[in-house]
C-alpha cells in the first residue's frame, strides 16, 4: 500500500502545562492555515515516556519537549526530521525553537525596578539551561542598577521536594530574613506558588512587603495562589506556529538552522502578588493601597481623599513625585491592569470586562485601552490566545 503524501508527525509535547498546551494551539493553526498533516497526539505530562514504537516508525516529522536522555537518543536513532521546544542541558543535535529566556529574567527585574522597589531575590531551581538564563539575567539586570540579589535554590534541584514541610520552612526562614520591601522572582509558577505559600505561613504581606512574579503564566496555577501570582506570559502560540513551520521546511529536505530561533514573551499579567508601588511615605502607601483594592470599583480620586488624611494637592504632587503618575492616572492603570488579565485569561465580552473594571460604558473602555495599551482588547486578547 502506497504511503500517504500526507505528512506523518508525531507531537511530543506535555498537554498538562499552558504552555504545552499554547504550543499545540500554534500547531493546529498552521495545519489549518499552511499544509495538512496526519498527527499522533496524546495527554502528557513533561516526563511521561515516549511511546517505543518511535524506533520503528516511519513517520515524516517530530515536534517534541524532551525530558530525558533516553528519549533524545530514542529520538536521533529515529533519524526523523525533529524540532527541538524545550531548551536543555540534553545531548543531541536538534534545533530549538523557543522563549528568549535571557529577554524574560531582564524583563522581570525591570518590573520590579519600575515600581520603586530595592532589595530583590531570587527562587531559582537549576535543572535546565533557561532556568539558569532567567535568574543569570535577571541578576545581571539587578546588579547593572546597582543593586544585589539574594538566592533560594530549591532543595535537590527539583520541582517536587522530598520533604515538603522542611521545604517551605526553609523558605520562610529566607524570606524572613530579607530586607522589605522585596522583589522576587520565582523561576516557574509552580515555585511561585510555594513562595507566596510561604509568605502566608511567615505572616509577610503581599504585595506590601513582598513582591513576587513567576514564570509560565499557567492560569490554574497563577489564580489558586493566594494572593493570585503574577506571571510572565509566554507567546507560545507563536512559539508552536513557527516550530512547525520550521519542521515542514526540514521535512522538505531544506538544512536545519545552526542558532536558536528565540522568541521574546508576551509581556508579565500583572496580578496582586506584585502590584505595588513601594514608596517610603506611610500616608501615599495607603492611598496607593487604596487604590489597588477599590480601582475597580469605579472610585474616583474624591474617594482616595475619604479614606486617607491628606489634602487633596499634597496627594497630587507626592503621587506625581513618587511614580510619575496622578491619583486618577494611577486608577485607570490599575483597572487596565486587570482588563489585561480579564482579556488573557476568560472568554468574558469586552462588556463585561468593562464592568468588571469599573467601567460604566465599555465603548469608553475601548478608548481608553486604545489610548493608553496601543491597542485595541479585542486585538490584546488575540495576541494572548
Known amino acids: 500500500m502506497a504511503k500517504s503524501s500526507i505528512p506523518h508527525v508525531a507531537l511530543f509535547i506535555e498537554t498538562s502545562r499552558s504552555h504545552g498546551r499554547g504550543l ?28 517505543d514504537w518511535i524506533t520503528r516508525w516511519k513517520g515524516d516529522g517530530i515536534l517534541s519537549r524532551t525530558t530525558s536522555q ?4 530514542a529520538i536521533t536513532a529515529s533519524g526523523i526530521p525533529t524540532v527541538e521546544l524545550r531548551s536543555t542541558k540534553l545531548q543531541h543535535a536538534f534545533p530549538f525553537l523557543g522563549i528568549d529566556n535571557r529577554a524574560l529574567g531582564r524583563m522581570v ?14 527562587y531559582e531551581i537549576g535543572t535546565e539551561v533557561y532556568f539558569e538564563q532567567r535568574r543569570d539575567n535577571y541578576v545581571q539586570t539587578v546588579e547593572n542598577a546597582g543593586y544585589d540579589v539574594s538566592v533560594f535554590s530549591a532543595p535537590e534541584d527539583s520541582e517536587v521536594p522530598r520533604e515538603w514541610e522542611k521545604h517551605q520552612e526553609q523558605m520562610v526562614k529566607w524570606v524572613q530574613g530579607l530586607p522589605k520591601p522585596v522583589g522576587i522572582m520565582a523561576c516557574t509558577d509552580q515555585l511561585g506558588f510555594w513562595l507566596l505559600d510561604a509568605c502566608d505561613r511567615a505572616g509577610i504581606s503581599v504585595p506590601d512587603e513582598v513582591a513576587v512574579v513567576g514564570v509560565e503564566n499557567d492560569d490554574i496555577l497563577c489564580m489558586m495562589a493566594r494572593p493570585p501570582l503574577s506571571s510572565v506570559a509566554f507567546n507560545s502560540t507563536r512559539i508552536g506556529y513557527e516550530a512547525a513551520t520550521l519542521l515542514s521546511r526540514l521535512m522538505k529536505g531544506e538544512p536545519a538552522p545552526q542558532e536558536p530561533f528565540l522568541i521574546n514573551p508576551l509581556g508579565i499579567v500583572t496580578r496582586q502578588s506584585s502590584d505595588v508601588v513601594a514608596v517610603d511615605d506611610p500616608e501615599l502607601a495607603l492611598a496607593l493601597r487604596f487604590i ?41 492603570r490599575t483597572q487596565l491592569e486587570r482588563a489585561k488579565e480579564l482579556l488573557a485569561s476568560t472568554d468574558l465580552s469586552l462588556s463585561q470586562v468593562s464592568q468588571r473594571i469599573g467601567f460604566r460604558h465599555s465603548q469608553h473602555f475601548s478608548t481608553i485601552f486604545k489610548e493608553k495599551i496601543g491597542e485595541t482588547p479585542g486585538a490584546f486578547r488575540a495576541k494572548m490566545h
Open 24 to 51: 499545540l494551539n500554534g500547531i493546529r493553526q498552521f495545519i489549518t492555515e499552511k499544509e495538512e498533516w496526519s498527527v499522533f497526539v496524546m495527554p502528557r505530562s513533561l516526563d511521561s515516556q515516549i511511546p
Open 70 to 73: 533516553e528519549m533524545a537518543d
Open 109 to 122: 527585574a525591570e518590573h520590579f525596578l519600575e515600581r520603586g522597589i530595592r532589595h530583590f531575590g531570587v
Open 292 to 332: 489597588r483594592e477599590n480601582a475597580c470599583k469605579g472610585i474616583q480620586v474624591t474617594d482616595i481623599l475619604s479614606a486617607v488624611p491628606m489634602s487633596r494637592t499634597a496627594l497630587e504632587r507626592q503621587m506625581k513625585a513618587a511614580i510619575g503618575r496622578s491619583p486618577k492616572g494611577e486608577i485607570i
